[in-house]
C-alpha cells in the first residue's frame, strides 16, 4: 500500500491487507481505507450524514455541526488516527476512491453499499 506521508499503519492493518490480498481482494488497501472512513462517520455519530461527508471530517476544516462541538478525548483520537490512514482529506480524492470503491471491490467483500 502506498502512503503519502511518513506515518506506518498499525499491524493489524497491514496484516489484514496481506491477508485480504491472500484472498485475491482487489484494492485491498482501498477497501480498508474506505470503510474506516464509514466506520470514524459511525463512531461519531454521524451515520446520518451523506456518506460523501467523509473527506469534510479528514480535511479538518472547522464544520458547525452539534456532534463535533464537544467531541471527548476519544473521538478526537480517532479522527486524528483516521486522518493518518486514510489519505482522501480532499473531497474529489473521497468521491475517486467512493467511485473505485464501487466500480472494483465485489458487494461480497464490501460492508457498505451505496450509488454514486
Known sequence: MSNNNLFEPPDYFTDRIAALKEQNVKEPGLLLQVELGFALMEQLGLDDE?????????????????KLQNLSVEDKRAIANVRQIVPFSARFNWLNALRDYIRNIPEDWRNYNFDL
Do not use: D, K, Q, Y
Open 50 to 66: 451523506p456518506f460523501t461527508a467523509v473527506w469534510a471530517i479528514l480535511s479538518g476544516m472547522f464544520i458547525r455541526h452539534h
